[in-house]
């Protein structure tokens, strides 16, 4: 038998400790929400727990209804506003929602191209700045962020997230809500995030999605529920409840994840709002009959606000009258919401500042950050003979393919009020650049179908050029919610119009703007510069310009695994070893016969123009006690001529344990600027709770024994070291 660390801390993970969050114990305010259920009807109750996409005035008037989700817009949230707060008995403030989720006017990377900056900082301030803009337009709650782990990029959501890892996705979780809910939200730029979609929404099936889950509570706990438990550390005010199945309960109807681990392990005091008419879909589900059995299934579980659905309205009060649901357990989630508005200050503010609307959505300073964040988040997959970046003194350049002239699609999926001609264009931002007599275009074809008939305009000005920039993807509407694939390479006859610019011989460098990880091993293969821009939002086109001709020097690295084939999917860098690790010499291991195990680019891999040496991994010490730490160092020196970012990250590995463990797990990461031959000392330091998982009884232990640790540019490099935990 193996012995266990006695520690405090391990205690401490599986019951959570969390920081004051909106709806944190505030006696004054309890006393108010008291006050003011013991005056309302069961309706009004219900009421409460009642959200809606469509302007309903008769129910506001009413009482019965305590959202909206889709109205925006100051004048129009005011009237509906009005009509609650001096028209109903009550008076209660309604709260309007959004799906703000990378940008409300001003659009920034779709989530998982910023995460590629591994800057959570920077993600603060974008998610600052669409509060900003959403508040100006009367939102004061946003369906964001999402934090769902996405291993299998067949799902159209992963472009939501922040990729594969979990201690990565906590980061950017952490980040995001302290972002939109800033100091307090009291303030009028401050708006409600909302974690979703709660559990393990990420994981379905074949990556179709609202497809069915069907996971160990081990790897739930391990991998898919860091990143909520950091949003609820950091204080955000709401949940949202998945559509999926979980190992056989709806994540809607599922009381294991929304009470006993949210409330009762997490301490969570927020509330829990469904996802669109999922209470409903739980009769569809076969958990439920009726919709008077999906509303107690539901309440009972923990969801308290139905999203655009009557299941609530309609069947809670006479529920409460017969004696299936107890008047408690409708007064706590009322309690719930009502803490969130009287946080949000909604009982003393309730309108938006019209305005405010006019100066705030767009501005120059949001435009800034914009650009900012879209350069931080591009990552450059290949640059053989540093073909990047190009001179501006290049005397033709052929820019060719169905994106690079696109705006809407630069948008990406969910893009809020994003209007296409806010947005700059990589066309107009390459002429901006270096001059428009310079740039030719040529679409080739477009996105989708087969249509070739364009290509031979395309070579023909390829042959003409110094330079072929080729900008391929998808369109923004081929990620997203309800957008699976299952094929992952380029759509259409993109693939074919490459191939007949790069016969040109002339040099090609192959722009990517997707939401997803793609296949594209023949592009991999043989185009010599490719740089992946995902859907950058308004300043995209700027952006990519700044980066090709150098006047940006890319240091995103990619967080999440590119397949070579979608056959390997689902693919990712913290996989479990196996009794038979994968070998090219030894057919009965865990490998494939037909392509390498590997993916075709890894997780935390890009490159720079710029290159850097890691030398010199120092350990503090190689053994560390089960209530102490450890501090890991190494040298991280610029070789070029060339000031660049580097992102530095710490994995570690614990060899033998109780049960398995990934090959690699994500430990620590820093972003760091050098300029030429400068030398800067990384330091990390690992402490007890960093080791541990979740054991055979799943409770968080921390087990003596041997670990490896890196310091590394990528999953599969760097400098390794080892040390040895030890109880005393």
């Known amino acids: 038998m193996r012995a266990f660390c006695n520690l405090a801390l391990a205690t401490?993970?599986?019951?959570?400790?969390?920081?004051?969050?909106?709806?944190?114990?505030?006696?004054?305010?309890?006393?108010?929400?008291?006050?003011?259920?013991?005056?309302?009807?069961?309706?009004?109750?219900?009421?409460?727990?009642?959200?809606?996409a469509s302007p309903k005035e008769q129910l506001a008037r009413e009482g019965r209804v305590g959202s909206f989700l889709n109205v925006v817009g100051a004048d129009k949230v005011n009237a509906l506003q009005k009509v609650a707060v001096e028209q109903s008995r009550l008076g209660v403030p309604l709260i309007f929602a959004y799906d703000v989720i990378h940008g409300y006017r001003t659009i920034f990377p779709i989530p998982l191209a910023e995460a590629c900056s591994w800057d959570p900082d920077l993600a603060e301030q974008t998610a600052a700045v669409a509060a900003k803009e959403a508040t100006a337009a009367g939102i004061r709650w946003t369906f964001a962020p999402m934090v769902d782990i996405a291993r299998d990029s067949r799902w159209g959501r992963i472009a939501e997230g922040s990729g594969e890892d979990p201690f990565l996705g906590a980061a950017f979780a952490r980040a995001r809500v302290r972002g939109f809910q800033g100091a307090s939200l009291k303030e009028p730029t401050s708006v409600v995030a909302c974690a979703k979609h709660y559990a393990a929404y990420g994981a379905a099936e074949a990556g179709r999605d609202y497809n069915t889950v069907d996971i160990s509570v081990k790897t739930l706990r391990e991998v898919y529920l860091p990143p909520f438990k950091a949003a609820v550390d950091a204080g955000v005010g709401t949940l949202?409840?998945?559509?999926?199945?979980?190992?056989g309960t709806?994540?809607?109807?599922?009381?294991?994840?929304?009470?006993?681990?949210?409330?009762?392990?997490?301490?969570?005091?927020?509330?829990?709002?469904?996802?669109?008419?999922?209470?409903?879909?739980?009769?569809?589900?076969?958990?439920?009959?009726?919709?008077?059995?999906?509303?107690?299934?539901?309440?009972?579980?923990?969801?308290?606000?139905?999203?655009?659905?009557?299941?609530?309205?309609?069947?809670?009060?006479?529920?409460v009258r017969e004696g299936k649901i107890p008047e408690s357990a409708l007064d706590e989630a009322v309690r719930r919401i009502l803490r969130i508005k009287f946080a949000l200050g909604l009982f003393e503010h309730p309108y938006a500042d019209p305005d405010r609307e006019k100066s705030a959505l767009l501005a120059n300073e949001h435009r800034q950050l914009a650009r900012e964040a879209a350069r931080k988040s591009i990552?450059?997959?290949?640059?053989?003979?540093?073909?990047?970046?190009?001179?501006?003194?290049?005397?033709?350049?052929?820019?060719?393919?169905?994106?690079?002239?696109?705006?809407?699609?630069?948008?990406?999926?969910?893009p809020g009020q994003g209007h296409a001609e806010d947005v700059v264009s990589m066309l107009e931002g390459l002429k901006g650049k270096i001059g428009p007599e310079k740039i030719h275009f040529a679409k080739g074809c477009n996105i989708q179908g087969?249509?070739?008939?364009?290509?031979?305009?395309?070579?023909?000005?390829?042959?003409?050029?110094?330079?072929?920039?080729?900008?391929?993807?998808?369109?923004?509407g081929m990620s997203g919610e309800a957008a699976s694939r299952v094929f992952l390479g380029l759509p259409g006859v993109q693939e074919d119009l490459l191939k007949a610019v790069h016969a040109t011989g002339k040099p090609i460098i192959l722009v990517l703007m997707n939401g997803r990880p793609l296949t594209i091993p023949w592009a991999a293969q043989h185009v010599p510069a490719i740089l992946e821009t995902w859907q950058l939002g308004v300043e995209a086109g700027n952006a990519i310009a700044d980066t090709l001709f150098g006047d940006c020097n890319p240091g995103g690295k990619l967080t999440t695994s590119f397949p070579r084939s979608v056959g390997?999917?689902?693919?990712?860098?913290?996989?479990?070893?196996?009794?038979?690790?994968?070998?090219?010499?030894?057919?009965?291991?865990?490998?494939?016969?037909?392509?390498?195990?590997?993916?075709?680019?890894?997780?935390?891999?890009?490159?720079?123009?710029?290159?850097?040496?890691?030398?010199?991994?120092?350990?503090?010490?190689?053994?560390?006690?089960?209530?102490?730490?450890?501090?890991?160092?190494?040298?991280?020196?610029?070789?070029?001529?060339?000031?660049?970012?580097?992102?530095?990250?710490?994995?570690?590995?614990?060899?033998?344990?109780?049960?398995?463990?990934?090959?690699?797990?994500?430990?620590?990461?820093?972003?760091?600027?050098?300029?030429?031959?400068?030398?800067?000392?990384?330091?990390?330091?690992?402490?007890?709770?960093?080791?541990?998982?979740?054991?055979?009884?799943?409770?968080?232990?921390?087990?003596?024994?041997?670990?490896?640790?890196?310091?590394?540019?990528?999953?599969?490099?760097?400098?390794?070291?080892?040390?040895?935990?030890?109880?005393?």
């Open 12 to 52: 401490l993970l599986s019951s959570g400790l969390v920081f004051a969050s909106p709806a944190a114990t505030d006696t004054d305010t309890d006393r108010k929400v008291a006050a003011l259920l013991a005056k309302m009807t069961l309706e009004e109750k219900a009421g409460q727990l009642t959200q809606y």
């Open 240 to 247: 949202m409840s998945a559509f999926n199945d979980l190992n």
């Open 250 to 319: 709806p994540a809607s109807a599922n009381r294991f994840t929304l009470t006993e681990v949210l409330r009762n392990e997490w301490g969570f005091r927020g509330f829990v709002v469904s996802d669109w008419r999922a209470i409903a879909e739980l009769m569809v589900h076969g958990i439920a009959a009726t919709p008077a059995q999906a509303a107690e299934r539901a309440l009972h579980a923990g969801v308290d606000m139905d999203m655009e659905g009557s299941i609530y309205l309609q069947n809670l009060p006479q529920l």
């Open 379 to 414: 990552v450059l997959l290949k640059n053989d003979q540093n073909l990047l970046p190009l001179s501006k003194a290049v005397n033709s350049v052929a820019v060719i393919g169905p994106l690079a002239d696109s705006r809407s699609d630069l948008l990406g999926c969910w």
């Open 450 to 476: 087969n249509d070739d008939s364009g290509f031979a305009d395309a070579v023909k000005l390829a042959q003409e050029s110094d330079v072929a920039i080729v900008v391929l993807g998808e369109s923004a």
């Open 568 to 728: 390997q999917v689902p693919i990712y860098y913290g996989h479990k070893n196996t009794g038979r690790p994968p070998s090219d010499t030894d057919k009965y291991t865990s490998r494939y016969l037909d392509s390498s195990h590997t993916p075709l680019f890894p997780f935390g891999f890009g490159l720079s123009y710029s290159q850097f040496e890691y030398r010199n991994l120092k350990l503090s010490a190689d053994k560390m006690r089960c209530d102490g730490s450890i501090k890991v160092s190494a040298d991280v020196t610029n070789v070029s001529l060339r000031e660049g970012d580097e992102i530095v990250q710490l994995y570690i590995r614990g060899l033998v344990a109780s049960t398995t463990r990934p090959v690699k797990e994500l430990k620590g990461f820093q972003r760091i600027s050098l300029r030429p031959g400068q030398t800067r000392t990384v330091e990390f330091t690992l402490a007890a709770q960093d080791l541990g998982c979740y054991d055979e009884n799943l409770k968080y232990v921390v087990e003596p024994g041997p670990f490896k640790v890196w310091v590394a540019p990528n999953s599969v490099s760097g400098l390794e070291a080892g040390f040895e935990l030890v109880d005393k």
